[in-house]
């Protein structure tokens, strides 16, 4: 029988669907897996269903010599070494669409989180500081007819960038094509990245992870930005140079910031965490339970094609067919 090894528990029923004709290992521990735990949970299955937290890397492909697929539940998947899972005939899926709009929305409440102080005037209210209203009391900044930048006009950006409307915001995008569909759909409008930095009130990174993105927001991109702006990441930590925006927050360079990923997560940045004006989460974007549903969903019927010898739908490697193990 063969093996298929899942990293984490996921909710919903699509886990047990394998349990028909596959041996499952499900690694059920509320923490992720140690680099140990991985390789051994793993060890002699055919397919393995991945997060963006294990590092599906040439060791691990080479522990598993029966390894067809490897699922990865998430639309990242720049903890796949994908090369060389090509060059061992090993596919490679993830589990884009589903969670589109869930992470949208999350970009959208990171926005107002930070821009109307939401979470420190909880925090006000909580620890029993409401004593009396007064006019200059949490004072934050409008979101509606300000210019919202987004960066990575993907399918997670253009969701942001529809949301706009309500608003009655301009956007503007920066991404390494131009994307016309979207421009058309959003009204967004391209903007060459020193531009996009200068003129957005509200600047969402919403890319991938990879060599043209990580690192591109450093001290002199904060400085270019305007001392009011905020800045939001729902894409990947690493794209954004931590403690260069923390000393930029706390210089007031620009104006606040919502996180939801980290450079080193799960590590923060200590110089963040003192910080009133930003909003940190734990990589939640996708975290509503009908899109986590979802995702594993999909994960598990990539799986189910593959060890089917079909090929599923969101292969991230199609070249690989062509090299079948
Ligand atoms: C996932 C994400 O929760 O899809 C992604 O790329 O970052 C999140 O939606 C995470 O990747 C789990 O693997």
Do not use: Q
């Not at 925090?123 to 209203?133: D, L």
């Not at 309500?166 to 009204?187: A, C, D, I, P, Q």
């Amino acid at each position: 029988m063969k093996k298929v090894f899942v990293s984490l528990e996921y909710p919903g029923e699509a886990v047990g669907r394998l349990a028909e004709k596959y041996e499952v290992v499900v690694f059920r521990e509320e923490r992720l897996p140690t680099r140990r735990e991985l390789l051994e949970g793993a060890a002699g299955s055919s397919a393995v269903i991945s997060t963006v937290a294990d590092s599906i890397d040439r060791e691990f492909i080479d522990l598993l010599p029966d390894l067809k697929i490897v699922s990865n539940c998430g639309v990242g998947y720049e903890n796949v070494d994908v090369a060389y899972a090509t060059e061992k005939g090993v596919m490679v899926t993830n589990t884009p669409d589903v969670l589109t709009e869930t992470t949208a929305d999350l970009a959208w409440a990171l926005i107002f989180a930070v821009a109307r102080r939401v979470v420190e005037a909880d925090t006000y209210v909580r620890s029993g500081k409401f004593k009396t209203w007064h006019p200059s009391l949490l004072m934050g900044r409008n979101v509606h007819g300000k210019t919202l930048g987004v960066f990575g006009m993907g399918r997670i950006g253009s969701a942001v960038a529809r949301r706009a409307s309500g608003f009655g915001m301009k956007v503007l995008y920066h991404n390494r094509r131009r994307n016309e569909v979207s421009e058309k759909e959003t009204g967004a409008e391209y903007a060459e990245f020193p531009r996009l930095l200068e003129e957005s009130d509200f600047l969402v990174i919403a890319s991938p992870l990879n060599d043209g993105t990580r690192g591109r927001f450093g001290a002199e991109e904060f400085r270019k930005m305007k001392r009011s702006s905020i800045i939001v990441n729902v894409g990947r930590g690493p794209i954004i140079k931590e403690a260069e925006l923390a000393a930029a927050l706390e210089e007031g360079v620009i104006w606040g910031a919502g996180l939801d990923v980290y450079e080193k997560e799960p590590e923060v940045d200590p110089g963040l965490l003192h910080l009133p004006n930003t909003v940190l989460l734990p990589h939640i974007g996708s975290a509503a339970r009908e899109t986590r549903e979802d995702m594993i969903d999909m994960a598990v019927t990539s799986v189910e094609l593959a060890l089917d010898g079909k090929t599923p739908e969101h292969i991230v490697n199609p070249e690989v067919l062509e090299r079948p193990k």
